[in-house]
């Protein structure tokens, strides 16, 4: 047999201190096409040739973004050599080292690692994983062998990770086990990847057009201007309150966004002057309608609610009763109402309630404020991004993020009521004066039947 060469191609800058870094966990990236996936995969090779042996595991979100990122590059390179296994999606060498290509979308998916074991695990895109999915991929990065026992992370600014992410390699705001020489951070800005820049020099003026806070991110690399991404104007110190007194007389709504990955709820109270406060939330995942129902009933806890707002996709038959669903959720106690789900129109609903207005003393509030307590609307509604085809649009992934703020949209674009106010307390003299009123009615009511 001959002699086989494998092309790996030159390592530009920030790649190579990718390359060189020897710490526990090395992110990479924090900004669009700063060349992240050709590292992880010259990192990948470098180790399989030079550790015979060694197991290594890239993941991204799904097996569709692993064949055009990594798997199909990685066969190409590694023709009449390494020997591609499509049945368990590994990649296997001559010297017994192997790279397994796997996936993870959702919290089952981190099931299949239960008591496995990697040297080396690059999460690509890891800003799509959600912390506890980080958390349960680490613990297999282990072994007892001579191999170093490293997990890399390549990222932008955003999606449903970016706050485990932030806190570790931005801030490095550690937990007590955590140990901060093992994190080390790489900044990588589409500058820094020259081959692009030569490819397609016109590439960059792209990513200065994007809107203020998109550009921010994808072009600087900046994980700060980007929090709420799509919804820039949503600021915690604005929009978040420690508490609301609903008051007897203000108007209750809910708006439901159902499926049986997740049901997600909100409620709004409404007092009489139009401001609007989501004071309670429900996110729960594998609840039947007729659990949802009796969830959302239970957490109503007897509260007169004037509407429940639904998408009309829960106008849609069962398969398995041919009923609506939202017949199902009325048989159950919770009547919906029909919504208008036209997303464009729904998100700049949304933005008009939660725009920052001057108040009462001149201070910054908004129409629309959340209760602190809705833990999962105010981290979500931060994390949703714009969408990369629709630019008026929100992303719909990482999916597990949208269903609250969906929620949302429904009850902003459908039509709510501000409460009746209170009628005003009488001064002693109009007191004085409605006795009178009614003394002399009194009277001119006897002398009547009297006459009679």
């Given at each position: ?115 496995q074991e990697w040297d080396i695990i690059y999460l690509d895109e890891a800003q799509q994983l959600k912390e506890e999915w980080f958390n349960a991929i680490k613990a297999t990065n282990r072994g007892v062998n001579s191999f170093p026992h490293r997990i890399y992370i390549t990222c932008n600014p955003g999606g449903v990770g970016m706050l485990w992410i932030r806190r570790l390699f931005i801030e490095r705001d550690f937990n007590p086990e955590e140990n901060p020489d093992d994190y080390v951070f790489i900044q990588s800005l ?263």
């Amino acid at each position: 047999m001959g002699e086989i060469k494998i092309t790996l191609g030159s390592p530009q800058p920030k790649q190579v201190e990718f390359l060189e870094a020897t710490q526990r966990y090395v992110c990479f990236g924090g900004a669009r096409s700063g060349g992240k996936s050709w590292a992880v995969r010259f990192k990948a090779l470098l180790m399989a040739l030079s550790y015979p042996g060694i197991k290594q595991m890239i993941i991204r979100r799904s097996y569709v973004e692993l064949t055009e990122n990594h798997i199909n590059p990685l066969r190409l390179e590694t023709v009449g050599y390494a020997v591609y296994k499509d049945k368990d999606k590994s990649l296997c060498f001559p010297n017994g080292s192997r790279i397994k290509f796997s996936y993870c979308s959702n919290d089952g998916d981190t099931l299949q690692y239960n008591g496995q074991e990697w040297d080396i695990i690059y999460l690509d895109e890891a800003q799509q994983l959600k912390e506890e999915w980080f958390n349960a991929i680490k613990a297999t990065n282990r072994g007892v062998n001579s191999f170093p026992h490293r997990i890399y992370i390549t990222c932008n600014p955003g999606g449903v990770g970016m706050l485990w992410i932030r806190r570790l390699f931005i801030e490095r705001d550690f937990n007590p086990e955590e140990n901060p020489d093992d994190y080390v951070f790489i900044q990588s800005l589409v500058t820094d990847n020259f081959a692009l820049m030569e490819a397609d020099p016109d590439y960059i003026k792209k990513l200065e057009s994007l809107p203020p806070a998109q550009r921010a991110a994808w072009r600087y690399g900046d994980w700060y201007s980007y929090e709420g991404r799509f919804f820039s104007e949503f600021r915690p110190s604005i929009h978040v309150i420690p508490h609301v007194d609903i008051l007897p007389h203000w108007r209750r709504y809910r708006a439901i966004d159902y499926g049986l990955d997740m049901c997600a709820v909100i409620w709004v109270a409404v007092d009489e002057l139009g401001h609007e406060y989501v004071y309670k939330e429900l996110h729960e995942p594998n609840l039947t309608i007729s659990d949802a129902a009796k969830k959302i009933i239970e957490m109503t806890n007897g509260e007169h609610i004037d509407m429940t707002f639904a998408p009309p996709d829960l106008w849609s038959r069962t398969k398995d009763t041919g009923r609506y669903i939202a017949e199902g959720f009325a048989s159950n106690g919770v009547p919906l109402t029909k919504c208008n789900a036209e997303r464009v129109g729904g998100w700049l609903s949304v933005k008009e309630k939660i725009k920052v207005i001057e108040g009462v003393g001149g201070e910054e509030t908004a129409r629309l404020r959340i209760v602190e307590g809705c833990t999962t609307l105010i981290k979500h509604i931060q994390l949703l991004e714009f969408s990369e085809t629709r630019p008026n649009d929100a992303s719909t992934e990482p999916h597990i993020i949208t269903h609250i703020c969906d929620a949302l949209r429904y009850y902003c674009v459908s039509r709510q009521r501000e409460a009746n106010p209170l009628p005003k307390p009488m001064t002693e003299s109009e007191t004085l004066s409605q006795i009178k009123r009614k003394a002399i009615a009194a009277s001119s009511g006897k002398n009547r039947r009297r006459r009679f």
